[in-house]
Structure formats: structure tokens, C-alpha cells
Nanobody, 116 residues
Framework: QVQLVESGGGLVQAGGSLRLSCAAS????????RGWYRQAPGKQRELVAVISAGGSTNYADSVKGRFTISRDNAKNTVYLQMNSLKPEDTAVYYC??????????WGQGTQVTVSS
């Protein structure tokens, strides 16, 4: 089993910044992809950004140029730096880890609210 613990959410004004963190513990060997997803009220969960074990990244079009995903392998932690936040970025953000390419693990979620 893999445990994921997120932190860093909160309330921020439009144009502001937040940094989310996700620490992994447990059976973390063979985790090959880490990522962030978000779910706004009444909407489906959507991918925000992912990073592979090799450091390759992929972003949703809506966050490109504003968000940056990174990882610290020594700390088993993934970060999501969010700049130029918009009210439409308001959502619960979930950390994700994929093991063996087929086992999916999720954090408990952290609320991000951007006021206009």
C-alpha cells in the first residue's frame, strides 16, 4: 500500500500563488508516475499535471505556463507550484501515484479556493 498526504491548500486572491506538497510513504518502490488532479463542484475529476520517474512532465492546457510540477525523490515528495491563480482553478486537488503502471493511489484531497 501507498499512503499519500497532501498539504498546502488554502484561500488566495486571483493572481496569487500557492504550493501544494504530496508526501508518499509505504510501499513506494516501482511508483513510476506521480501527479495532481482536481475536481470542482459538479464537475469530473481532471488531470492537472503529471511527472514521470524520469522527470518528464505533462500539463492540462488550462494550467500550462502557470503551474509547475516537480519532485524530490529523496523526500518522496511531489510539488505543484501554482502561480497566477484564477477563480476557475478553485477545486479540491488530489495527489496521485501510479505503481506498476496499473495501481492507482490517491491522497485525501486539499481544497484550493481562489477569490476574484
Amino acid at each position: 500500500q501507498v499512503q499519500l498526504v497532501e498539504s498546502g491548500g488554502g484561500l488566495v486572491q486571483a493572481g496569487g500563488s500557492l504550493r501544494l506538497s504530496c508526501a508518499a510513504s509505504g510501499s513506494i518502490a516501482s511508483i513510476n508516475v506521480r501527479g495532481w488532479y482536481r475536481q470542482a463542484p459538479g464537475k469530473q475529476r481532471e488531470l492537472v499535471a503529471v511527472i514521470s520517474a524520469g522527470g518528464s512532465t505533462n500539463y492540462a492546457d488550462s494550467v500550462k505556463g502557470r503551474f509547475t510540477i516537480s519532485r524530490d525523490n529523496a523526500k518522496n515528495t511531489v510539488y505543484l507550484q501554482m502561480n497566477s491563480l484564477k477563480p476557475e482553478d478553485t477545486a479540491v486537488y488530489y495527489c496521485n501515484a501510479v505503481k506498476w503502471g496499473m495501481e492507482y493511489y490517491w491522497g485525501q484531497g486539499t481544497q484550493v479556493t481562489v477569490s476574484s
